[in-house]
């Protein structure tokens, strides 16, 4: 099932070696110019019309409305609205924890203040299509609310009924948004980021979706902020031994597979009769879940089991990779966490799948795929915030520091900002003389 590769005589260098998921060469750039420009100038006609080709569905209305949201949460069990709820906290609480109070700094007489400022408005994707996605409601809305942004909006595709599923209505109240528009694909990144007549422009779009919503995103950038990781289709590296049972390696590996095609889902071991037994269970797994078709996609294109010397090689492997999502499952990882230097979320321990990431630890499930797990980083409050910086020179300022401003305006060649140094020195000599 999955393909067993020996990576024992490789390294350091693995450039060439370690299979790559395919990002570059067909990436649909022109298909989705195509689309936003149609957005851009045609605005909610242009929704109407996108939505019916791609989804199949002839919507009446862009907006749930605030009935339709009320409804919902009514609707969900109490057992899923607790569940949901018991998410939201966990969320919540750790990212208040990334909000950071003004910083003040004295240089000999210039007052430095550096202040963070919440965007006004944020766009957050949710996927449909393969599944709903209410915890990724939850994971975008609920930081851009502890950053303090005014307005956050919900785009996700519609069902086939024209309307969007309980749970992610549920989730967009409890999350505390603001409008949820019935809008999916580059389309809905399209309309952010420029505003139709139903959907206001935003100022940042952020959740993670498929590759016609990531090359949207990136056309975009520059119209609006887009947190620098490419949230693409999902990925997990298992590094497992016989430590911890085959079943649990195997499911851990199908976790992310089942999110559909174009994934990476690799086994990382120095035991290749483990290695072998893992491949074995996942074939085992598939035949009853309910997801097999979707997940085998991943697996036939991005399933890795692969045979590494030791602990040492596995993370060096791991960190080649950046994946998405690291698991360190075997005995004493937690020894071994230093090592990790490119990963978007890390879980070590055997009790500690990525689902706990998914849904309920507590930090953003919007991580960095394809490799950028080596310059980007999860979604954060930062992400929401500007940061601006204050300052006021004083007296003191003027007279230990404005030197040094003359100086190098010179060596520049900048004569006005040499001057206007100049004559406030000028100022303050001649009224020293009265």
Not at 227 to 239: D, L, N, T, W, Y
Not at 328 to 348: C, H, I, P, Q, T
Not at 360 to 379: E, I, N
Not at 388 to 405: C, P, S, Y
Request: hydrophobic residues 45%.
């Amino acid at each position: 099932m999955l393909k067993v590769i020996d990576l024992r005589e490789a390294g350091p260098d693995y450039e060439g070696i370690i299979p790559r998921p395919k990002i570059v060469g067909d990436l649909p750039v022109a298909a989705v110019r195509e689309i936003i420009q149609l957005v851009r100038d045609r605005g909610d006609e242009a929704l109407f019309d996108l939505t019916k080709r791609f989804d199949s569905v002839a919507l009446s209305t862009i907006e749930a409305t605030r009935d339709d949201i009320e409804v919902a949460y009514s609707r969900i069990s109490p057992r899923l609205r607790s569940a949901l709820e018991a998410a939201a906290y966990g969320i919540e609480e750790y990212h208040k924890l990334e909000l950071e109070a003004p910083k003040h700094f004295d240089n000999r007489g210039i007052s430095v203040t550096h202040k963070a400022v919440p965007m006004a408005r944020a766009g957050c994707y949710v996927p449909g299509g393969l599944a709903r996605y209410p915890s990724s409601v939850l994971m975008t809305a609920i930081p851009a609310k502890v950053a303090g942004v005014r307005e956050v909006f919900l785009v996700v595709p519609p069902t086939k009924s024209g309307g969007v599923d309980d749970a992610t209505l549920a989730a967009a109240k409890i999350a505390g948004v603001d409008r949820v528009f019935k809008v999916g694909g580059a389309q809905a990144i399209a309309a952010l980021a420029y505003g139709t007549q139903t959907i206001p422009k935003v100022d940042t779009i952020v959740g993670p979706g498929n590759v016609y919503v990531s090359v949207a995103k990136r056309e975009v950038a520059g119209q609006v902020a887009i947190p620098s990781s490419f949230a693409g289709p999902s990925e997990v590296v298992v590094v497992a031994d016989s430590s911890v049972p085959a079943t649990w390696a195997a499911m851990d590996v199908i976790v992310q597979a089942e999110h559909g095609p174009d994934g990476l889902a690799w086994l990382l071991t120095w035991d290749q009769d483990y290695a072998l037994e893992v491949s074995r269970q996942v074939e085992a797994i598939l035949g009853s879940s309910p997801r097999a078709e979707e997940t085998l996609k991943t697996l036939r294109e991005g399933g890795y089991a692969a045979i590494v010397r030791d602990r040492a090689q596995a993370l060096e492997v791991a960190n080649e990779i950046a994946p998405e999502h690291l698991e360190l499952l075997y005995r004493g990882a937690k020894d071994d966490l230093d090592l990790v230097r490119n990963a978007g979320a890390v879980f070590y321990g055997p009790l500690s799948p990525a689902s706990f990431g998914d849904y309920v630890a507590g930090p953003s499930h919007v991580l960095p795929t394809f490799g950028s797990a080596r310059f980007a980083s999860a979604l954060k409050v930062g992400d929401f915030l500007k940061y601006i910086h204050f300052v006021e020179v004083t007296e003191r300022g003027l007279d230990e520091l404005g030197w040094a401003v003359e100086c190098l305006a010179q060596v520049e060649g900048l004569y006005a900002h040499e001057q206007s140094i100049v004559i406030r020195r000028g100022t303050k000599a001649e009224e020293g003389r009265r």
